[in-house]
């Protein structure tokens, strides 16, 4: 069973402040998925990335698929307090036909 | 684009009743939809995936009786919880993809069993 590990778990910061999220795994995936989910809302997704080394930016946030597509971060840059949610990286299987495995998840607060 | 709902947004209802949450892509043909449960501040659970005119799969653990899916059309998936009971209060989330493509999620459907 693929496994996805996300870390951290939880994270609170301060206005302005830079921070890193991090999904790992021991497997390769077809692609990977960041979505960012506010309390009692779907997830709405941030980016797709599918290349091994691809770097996306979105604004402040900075997402990579690592060189061996095992591994993802996500960096915000100057994080300010409508930042906060929960932070999802998702990846898909080779072969999976689009059948997703979630990480844990990232619950984000940004202070003003 | 790559809109899904689903409705009721929130329903309440009595243990041993049955509910029915539908899930529509708005503005794209869903050939797979996945159906999802969250218990709070967790993770999405996968609870099934339907493809268009086919039956549904299930996650190993997931009673397939208990939780019905049908998947009539292209953009219409349909989830019924039957014979409820206050275990089954959750967050159900459906999403919808195309071709195997990225996964796109309706806004969820809080359901309280009293």
């Known amino acids: 069973t693929q496994l996805l590990e996300q870390s951290p778990q939880f994270l609170s910061i301060q206005e302005g402040e830079n921070l890193t999220v991090y999904c790992n795994s021991s497997?390769?995936?077809?692609?990977l998925q960041w979505y960012r989910q506010e309390p009692g809302e779907g997830p709405v997704l941030l980016v797709t990335v599918v290349t091994g080394g691809e770097v996306k930016k979105l604004k402040r946030l900075t997402f990579q698929f690592g060189d061996a597509r095992k591994d993802s971060s996500l960096h915000i840059t100057a994080a300010q307090p409508g930042d906060t949610g929960l932070y999802l990286c998702a990846g898909a299987a080779p072969g999976s036909q689009g059948n997703l495995i979630f990480g844990k998840g990232t619950k984000l607060s940004v202070k003003p | 684009g790559a809109v899904v709902s689903q409705h009721p947004s929130r329903v309440i209802c009595k243990s041993g009743t049955s509910v029915k949450i539908e899930c529509r892509s708005l503005d794209f043909q869903a050939t797979t939809m996945f159906w999802y449960r969250q218990f709070p501040k967790k993770s999405l659970m996968l609870m099934a995936t339907?493809?268009?005119?086919?039956?549904?799969?299930?996650e190993q653990g997931v009673e397939k009786d208990k939780f019905l899916i049908n998947h009539a059309s292209l953009t219409l998936s349909t989830l019924t919880v039957t014979s409820a009971h206050p275990e089954d209060s959750s967050f159900y989330i459906c999403?919808?993809?195309?071709?195997?493509?990225?996964?796109?999620f309706g806004p969820g459907t809080r359901l309280l069993v009293l």
């Open positions: 339907s493809n268009e005119g086919s039956k549904a799969t299930y």
């Open positions: 999403s919808a993809s195309q071709w195997g493509e990225t996964q796109y």
């Open positions: 497997s390769v995936f077809s692609s």
